[in-house]
């Protein structure tokens, strides 16, 4: 199974753009993450925990505060074509539970996550039983 047939389209906005701006597109979206940069370059990506931590750190400044000050640098990335199996090494490797997903020419196309994965994986009978 391919990562191209379970990742999600993941949302990509600038550095300077504000944070409430990232919690708008998550909550329209469903997807709980929002990537910050361009395509080509990316500077990392922000999450609902993010916008959480930094709204209760700093309630009256998180109306202008740009999302490059609360984004966690990008650790790791996957492609599209990869195998399911190499990405739950490479989560497990980062210790992470999504992934920016690239083409092959390393633009951003996506995001997978653990629970993407989960929900892609059939369980066995003894599982379920």
Known sequence: MKVSEFMKPVQIL????????A???IKETGVNLVAVGSEDQLRGVVTPRDITVSAVADPCKVEVMPLEEIATPVMAFCNE???LEQV???MRTHQQTRLLVQNGEGRVVGAITL???LQACPLSESVVN
């Open 14 to 21: 600038p550095p300077d753009a504000p944070v409430q701006e």
């Open 23 to 25: 919690a708008a597109v």
């Open 81 to 83: 074509n990869q195998e």
């Open 88 to 90: 739950l090494v490479a």
């Open 115 to 117: 629970e993407d994965i």
